[in-house]
């Protein structure tokens, strides 16, 4: 939903910052489609939210109701309506928004109870307070968002001096210490990734395995295990490396001989080579 | 602020007119008038590939940093008295030079360069999140947005208009965001404070209903 623009919007090119800022105020309202006088551009905008709360603000402006005095079981009504028209528009409806639906269909349920006469005082509080003041809080920064938009349009309009040669120091380069050993850090751990593979794409066959173990048979005449196992580089190998332990006890090549409880087991060739 | 006064008192002969100087002339020191003095803050000012304070103009001409800020605003004041294409602006606690915005169009034309790329609804919401209650984490911002803003974020990180202050010493222990110099530039602001506060926001928003 977050990114999902909701304005698909071809560069606004000569807008002033009047201009842009009523652009902005509409967004996210009403579908519309407005075409750009200057240019060829065309503006589509959709009707769709940027959240819950946007949503709410939005069904509370249009039906012009007060906003400390909400309508619950009605807005509910129409917030549910717009998440099924999301449904049917095979639009993905976030979680946030049915997060908004559930609390929405408790406060209306809520509404409905009688208030209990034995109540503590704070607890007669208006069970829609705590929504209204989420939404008060939301459209300060909605509006503290304009203004940013439209501060952000005015400094577009202004130029500093073209770059002089020994700019170093270009925001779109300066990086500080931390920035640097961030990315050093990336590589390692790139690095120790890609070696990490480059191991286990080296298989040991079992073939080659078994091979390794009677060289060193028919050259030691009998082969601590644990040496043969240390040969091993990998996990993998190492498993191929019992495997084929087991296969030659198996083809009855060897037989294995430990001298004492825990102690280290020796292969013996069960025919000498 | 004591400390730099005693040391320009010491090596520099900050003088209203120029018979001064003659007066009172001492070897080995640099004396600068104060025309002088606006002319090379002014050239120090175009020279900066970024908003530069009155602190470093100061530390290097070695002069005292009350008489540079005097100067900066008198130059200040000539910019504006001579209605011209140029202005002189304070922008994250330094000061530059830039044209007026009336002459965007022109400029555009000449650059043949387009205003770039806007940031989202989104983004700018999260922004001013971060720029009124900062330091603020993640679930903080979600909290007054209603919405998860994890690419928003990442896009004001990107663009680096918002960085990381640490963590917050809670349960997950969530990263905090502020704004950072960058911001101030790209929005031309001064500095935090010039920011309008947001309860007059509140005002504006109650308003409308």
């Known amino acids: 939903m977050e990114e999902n623009t909701q304005t698909i919007e071809t560069e606004t090119t000569s807008n002033t910052a009047a201009e842009s800022a009523q652009t902005i ?223 030659l006890v198996r083809l009855s090549e060897i037989s294995l001989v430990q001298h004492e409880t825990f102690g280290e087991i020796l292969a013996r060739s069960v025919s000498p080579a | 602020m004591e400390k730099a006064m005693s040391k320009a008192a010491r090596t520099v002969e900050i003088t209203e007119e120029v018979s001064t100087v003659e007066e009172s002339p001492i070897e080995g020191q640099r004396s600068i008038g104060e025309a002088e003095l606006k002319s090379i803050a002014e050239a120090l000012i175009f020279v900066a590939d970024e908003p530069i304070s009155a602190k470093t103009i100061a530390d290097v001409i070695d002069a005292d940093r009350d008489t540079v800020e005097k100067a900066i605003a008198d130059l200040g004041a000539e910019y504006e008295a001579r209605k011209g294409a140029l202005q002189l602006r304070e922008i994250a606690g330094g000061w530059q030079i830039a044209t007026r915005p009336e002459h965007h169009e022109d400029i555009r034309a000449y650059l043949k360069s387009r205003p770039s790329a806007k940031l989202s609804l989104a983004s700018l919401e999260t922004l001013a999140v971060i720029a009124y209650k900062q330091p603020v984490t993640v679930p903080e911002i979600l909290e007054i947005r209603g919405v998860q803003s994890p690419s928003a974020i990442k896009t004001l990180l990107d663009k680096r208009l918002i960085v990381a202050k640490g963590r917050k010493e809670t349960v997950g222990r969530p990263m905090m965001y502020g704004t950072s110099k960058e911001f101030l530039i790209q929005f031309g602001l001064k500095d935090l404070s010039e920011l309008p506060s947001i309860e007059d926001f509140q005002d504006l928003a109650g308003g409308e209903s």
Do not use: C
């Open chain 1, 25 to 247: 105020s509409v967004a996210g309202a009403q579908p519309a489609i407005a075409t750009d006088r200057d240019s060829d551009q065309l503006q589509i905008t959709l009707g769709e939210f940027e959240g819950p709360l946007d949503l709410l603000l939005y069904l509370i402006r249009q039906d012009q109701v007060n906003i400390y005095d909400i309508p619950i079981a009605r807005i509910t009504d129409e917030y549910l309506r717009y998440l099924t028209l999301m449904k049917e528009l095979d639009l993905t409806v976030a979680g946030d928004f049915l997060v908004m639906a559930a609390q929405l269909i408790e406060l209306k349920s809520r509404m409905l109870l009688p208030r209990d006469p034995l109540a503590v005082e704070e607890e007669l509080e208006d069970p829609r307070a705590e929504l209204v003041n989420r939404l008060l809080e939301h459209e300060k920064f909605k509006a503290a968002a304009q203004m940013l938009w439209s501060r952000a349009t005015v400094e577009q309009a202004v130029f500093k001096r073209a770059e002089i040669e020994t700019d170093t120091n270009n925001p779109e380069v300066a990086v500080g210490l931390f920035d640097l050993l961030t990315v050093f850090q990336k590589i390692l751990a790139r690095h120790k990734e890609e070696v990490l593979m480059e191991i286990e794409r080296e298989e040991v066959t079992m073939a080659e395995m078994i091979d390794r173990l009677r060289n060193m048979m028919r050259s030691a005449g009998e082969v601590n295990l644990m040496k043969f196992f240390e040969r091993a580089q990998s996990r993998r190998e190492l498993v191929v490396a019992f495997l084929s332990v087991l296969e």
